[in-house]
Nanobody, 116 residues
């Protein structure tokens, strides 16, 4: 079975940091691009960041560029999202995603709450 297990969410004050992790199993992790998305209450899911299968290229939403860093460890089959300078508008459920040639996997999310 394909599994994407996100963890690391929690409550943090504005300006603080959190590191999310997403552990993958059940598919060839190293062959997939990995991404993070988020959904705030009452809003559509939105793209946050993505990293290519090798980790050589990363892309970010404008809203998080310069504050968040996505990375991956293919030996551990894990993707990370380091979130710094958090803002209340970053409050959302964060989901990791694996994608390759039409195969698209989603995990259960982890809740990030940023207090002002």
């Amino acid at each position: 079975d394909v599994q994407l297990q996100a963890s690391g969410g929690g409550l943090v004050q504005a300006g603080g940091s959190l590191r999310l992790s997403c552990a993958a199993s059940g598919f060839a992790f190293g062959d997939y691009g990995m991404g993070w998305f988020r959904r705030a209450s009452g809003k559509e899911r939105e793209f946050v960041a993505t990293v290519t299968w090798s980790g050589s290229s990363t892309y970010y939403a404008d809203s998080v560029n310069g504050r968040f860093t996505i990375s991956r460890d293919n030996s551990r089959k894990t993707v990370y999202l380091q979130m710094n300078s958090l803002k209340p508008e970053d409050t959302a459920v964060y989901y990791c995603n694996a994608i390759r040639s039409g195969n698209d996997y989603w995990g259960m999310g982890t809740l990030v709450t940023v207090s002002s």
